[in-house]
């Protein structure tokens, strides 16, 4: 057999082998991570901007605190709707009822 054959299944050649394969497939894998990060970064900003633009077509009233009159609210627990209610919406949550 010949020398190359010989060193090609020595432990030492074999650790060298498997430690290159290890950096090879980190730095693969960083690479991808790194570039799906920016991909996703990419795409949250135009997802940030089509939803404004969306949300424009349908936000009427734009403010801190809305407040809705003569509401029938019906609750979802099977008790009665509660009518000429008055619903309070703060910083795009309902913040009371009544």
Same mark, same amino acid.
């Given at each position: 057999?010949?020398? #190359?054959?010989? /060193?090609?299944? &020595?432990? !030492?050649? !074999?650790?060298? +082998?498997?430690?290159? !394969?290890?950096?090879? *497939?980190?730095?693969?894998?960083?690479? %991808?991570? =790194?570039?799906?990060? =920016?991909?996703?970064? $990419?795409?949250? #900003?135009?997802? @940030? =901007? /089509?939803? @404004?633009?969306?949300?424009?077509?349908? +936000? /009427?009233?734009?403010? $801190?605190?809305? $407040?809705?009159? @003569?509401? %029938?609210?019906? @609750?979802? *627990?099977?008790? /009665?709707? !509660?009518?000429?209610? &008055?619903? +309070? #919406?703060?910083?795009?949550?309902? =913040?009371?009822?009544?």
């Amino acid at each position: 057999m010949s020398s #190359i054959r010989r /060193a090609r299944r &020595t432990p !030492l050649f !074999l650790s060298i +082998v498997g430690i290159a !394969l290890v950096i090879t *497939t980190v730095g693969s894998t960083v690479g %991808k991570v =790194a570039a799906q990060e =920016a991909n996703q970064n $990419a795409g949250g #900003i135009a997802e @940030d =901007a /089509a939803q @404004d633009a969306s949300r424009e077509a349908f +936000v /009427a009233i734009e403010g $801190a605190e809305i $407040a809705i009159t @003569d509401v %029938k609210v019906i @609750d979802g *627990t099977g008790g /009665a709707p !509660l009518e000429n209610q &008055t619903v +309070v #919406i703060r910083n795009g949550r309902i =913040a009371n009822i009544g």
